[in-house]
């Protein structure tokens, strides 16, 4: 959730109630579904071109349509809309994803006399009174809004993430109603992976509305991260918390695209960069908890100097723990296994490894094999050994490798395009899916910074052991 001022409109009230919503969910199905019946009998005697791109266009309708429909609703109607548009390119035709991203763009907050409502029912009226709240809140989304707060007895700045009512209750028929709704509007088949990744959904939903444990995971990533000076972690108030509120010190900072960030000197970009980067190889490799939702707005960059902030350090804000997944070690030594085999160029390991993920099958040809798993292979570019294969553009002056030149996500896609392994490809398991989220929001944030560094010392490290868990040199200002 965005920790910037964001004004808007507001309403008085969410429907949250399961019968009105399901009411309106299913009379947009219903309306939905017969549209494209009707559109499909016209387009019976069209050619096969044509077919295609009326098909196309009425997908593109019908999805604006339905996410209009979802969008009036808010809630955790509109977060799942929103999570199937970051998850769902394996499952949903590019034309639904692309209008459910239209989602993240809402920003209609509850009006205040609902929030204080809220409060003074989660915590009490005199705990209430020790807090200044600001009732305009600085950031909205679909299951709640942040508010600034400032503690009346010593000053302390706080931000109190207070959930919408209702909406925790709403998830699962929520979710029945939306998978329904698609399938009404004949706009997604159903299957096995399908229904998979649709429990995937449902679980991430109810651990984002479960505001304790992400109470408690922000408080152990804190600790976990507390002999690094890179990163920030807020602390948690517990006195100011509850089921259905999270109040934690307010950590200032910039958005990671902001002018200030983009105007430090490269070596400062980079040093965030690599932070990010080792971050998420701890997640990875040592902890196997991992925050995958890439949304930018769960970062903040702490400029060094600033608002009194000690000399010597640039230092990444990390906020909203709400999306951590815990994954075994049975999912994740495939994982590790994959970008050990890419480091050290092992084709046949790498396919061993996409094997036993079951996106890969030997029952496929051998060239397509081979060739899928080369393109898993390119992906770890800036993380390779051998650096004699980076294109041209895609290094510095120093031999380091430019993130944001280099385009690598365009260039992996285009190999994969020219190959034939999307006929073969299989859904990978919804862990993954999760995952490869994560890594691409990594990589965007790298990046975005305009890093420039080999990323090789640090995955060596993580690897081969050498002290895995140490904290590493800071962002030296």
Request: hydrophobic letters at 40%; glycine letters at 6%.
């Given at each position: 959730?965005?920790?910037?001022?964001?004004?808007?409109?507001?309403?008085?009230?969410?429907?949250?109630?399961?019968?009105?919503?399901?009411?309106?969910?299913?009379?947009?199905?219903?309306?939905?579904?017969?549209?494209?019946?009707?559109?499909?009998?016209?387009?019976?005697?069209?050619?096969?071109?044509?077919?295609?791109?009326?098909?196309?266009?009425?997908?593109?309708?019908?999805?604006?349509?339905?996410?209009?429909?979802?969008?009036?609703?808010?809630?955790?109607?509109?977060?799942?809309?929103?999570?199937?548009?970051?998850?769902?390119?394996?499952?949903?035709?590019?034309?639904?994803?692309?209008?459910?991203?239209?989602?993240?763009?809402?920003?209609?907050?509850?009006?205040?006399?609902?929030?204080?409502?809220?409060l003074k029912e989660e915590l009490g009226t005199a705990r209430l009174a020790?807090?200044?709240?600001?009732?305009?809140?600085?950031?909205?989304?679909?299951?709640?809004?942040?508010?600034?707060?400032?503690?009346?007895?010593?000053?302390?700045?706080?931000?109190?993430?207070?959930?919408?009512?209702?909406?925790?209750?709403?998830?699962?028929?929520?979710?029945?109603?939306?998978?329904?709704?698609?399938?009404?509007?004949?706009?997604?088949?159903?299957?096995?992976?399908?229904?998979?990744?649709?429990?995937?959904?449902?679980?991430?939903?109810?651990?984002?509305?479960?505001?304790?444990?992400?109470?408690?995971?922000?408080?152990?990533?804190?600790?976990?991260?507390?002999?690094?000076?890179?990163?920030?972690?807020?602390?948690?108030?517990?006195?100011?918390?509850?089921?259905?509120?999270?109040?934690?010190?307010?950590?200032?900072?910039?958005?990671?695209?902001?002018?200030?960030?983009?105007?430090?000197?490269?070596?400062?970009?980079?040093?965030?960069?690599?932070?990010?980067?080792?971050?998420?190889?701890?997640?990875?490799?040592?902890?196997?908890?991992?925050?995958?939702?890439?949304?930018?707005?769960?970062?903040?960059?702490?400029?060094?100097?600033?608002?009194?902030?000690?000399?010597?350090?640039?230092?990444?804000?990390?906020?909203?723990?709400?999306?951590?997944?815990?994954?075994?070690?049975?999912?994740?030594?495939?994982?590790?296994?994959?970008?050990?085999?890419?480091?050290?160029?092992?084709?046949?390991?790498?396919?061993?490894?996409?094997?036993?993920?079951?996106?890969?099958?030997?029952?496929?040809?051998?060239?397509?094999?081979e060739t899928f798993g080369n393109v898993c292979m390119s992906v770890l570019?800036?993380?390779?050994?051998?650096?004699?294969?980076?294109?041209?553009?895609?290094?510095?002056?120093?031999?380091?490798?430019?993130?944001?030149?280099?385009?690598?996500?365009?260039?992996?896609?285009?190999?994969?395009?020219?190959?034939?392994?999307?006929?073969?490809?299989?859904?990978?398991?919804?862990?993954?899916?999760?995952?490869?989220?994560?890594?691409?929001?990594?990589?965007?944030?790298?990046?975005v910074l305009h890093s420039e560094f080999n990323g090789e010392p640090l995955?060596?490290?993580?690897?081969?052991?050498?002290?895995?868990?140490?904290?590493?040199?800071?962002?030296?200002?």
């Amino acid at each position: 959730m965005s920790a910037s001022r964001r004004p808007g409109k507001s309403v008085s009230r969410i429907k949250t109630g399961s019968f009105e919503r399901r009411l309106s969910l299913t009379r947009a199905g219903l309306f939905a579904g017969t549209r494209m019946a009707s559109h499909m009998a016209t387009n019976w005697f069209s050619n096969r071109e044509k077919r295609e791109k009326k098909h196309r266009a009425m997908l593109s309708s019908q999805a604006r349509f339905l996410v209009d429909e979802l969008g009036q609703l808010k809630g955790s109607v509109v977060k799942i809309g929103q999570v199937m548009a970051l998850y769902g390119e394996h499952f949903l035709p590019d034309e639904v994803t692309e209008a459910l991203h239209t989602l993240e763009d809402q920003t209609t907050s509850l009006e205040w006399s609902a929030i204080e409502r809220v409060l003074k029912e989660e915590l009490g009226t005199a705990r209430l009174a020790e807090l200044e709240v600001d009732p305009e809140p600085i950031g909205a989304a679909s299951l709640g809004q942040v508010h600034r707060a400032v503690r009346r007895s010593d000053g302390l700045e706080l931000v109190l993430k207070v959930q919408y009512p209702g909406v925790a209750d709403a998830v699962d028929s929520d979710l029945n109603a939306v998978a329904q709704l698609l399938k009404i509007a004949r706009l997604v088949s159903f299957g096995p992976e399908f229904n998979d990744w649709l429990e995937e959904v449902r679980d991430m939903m109810h651990r984002e509305v479960d505001y304790r444990l992400e109470a408690r995971t922000t408080e152990k990533f804190r600790e976990m991260l507390a002999s690094d000076p890179r990163f920030i972690v807020p602390r948690v108030l517990q006195e100011y918390s509850s089921a259905h509120v999270i109040a934690s010190t307010y950590e200032h900072g910039h958005s990671v695209s902001s002018g200030p960030v983009k105007e430090l000197p490269l070596e400062r970009r980079s040093a965030l960069g690599k932070a990010a980067l080792e971050l998420f190889f701890r997640e990875l490799f040592v902890w196997g908890e991992i925050q995958t939702d890439p949304n930018f707005g769960n970062y903040r960059i702490r400029i060094a100097g600033e608002e009194g902030e000690g000399p010597g350090y640039d230092r990444i804000v990390l906020l909203d723990f709400g999306a951590v997944q815990s994954y075994s070690d049975r999912f994740l030594n495939p994982v590790r296994q994959m970008i050990q085999a890419s480091y050290e160029q092992d084709l046949e390991a790498v396919i061993d490894g996409g094997v036993k993920l079951r996106f890969m099958s030997l029952d496929w040809p051998r060239d397509v094999l081979e060739t899928f798993g080369n393109v898993c292979m390119s992906v770890l570019e800036p993380l390779a050994s051998d650096q004699d294969q980076w294109p041209d553009y895609a290094v510095n002056s120093h031999g380091e490798y430019r993130w944001k030149q280099s385009d690598l996500p365009s260039r992996v896609a285009r190999q994969a395009a020219r190959s034939a392994i999307s006929r073969y490809f299989r859904v990978p398991p919804k862990e993954f899916v999760f995952l490869n989220r994560k890594l691409i929001g990594v990589y965007t944030f790298v990046a975005v910074l305009h890093s420039e560094f080999n990323g090789e010392p640090l995955l060596r490290k993580y690897l081969y052991g050498d002290d895995a868990s140490a904290t590493s040199q800071s962002t030296k200002a």
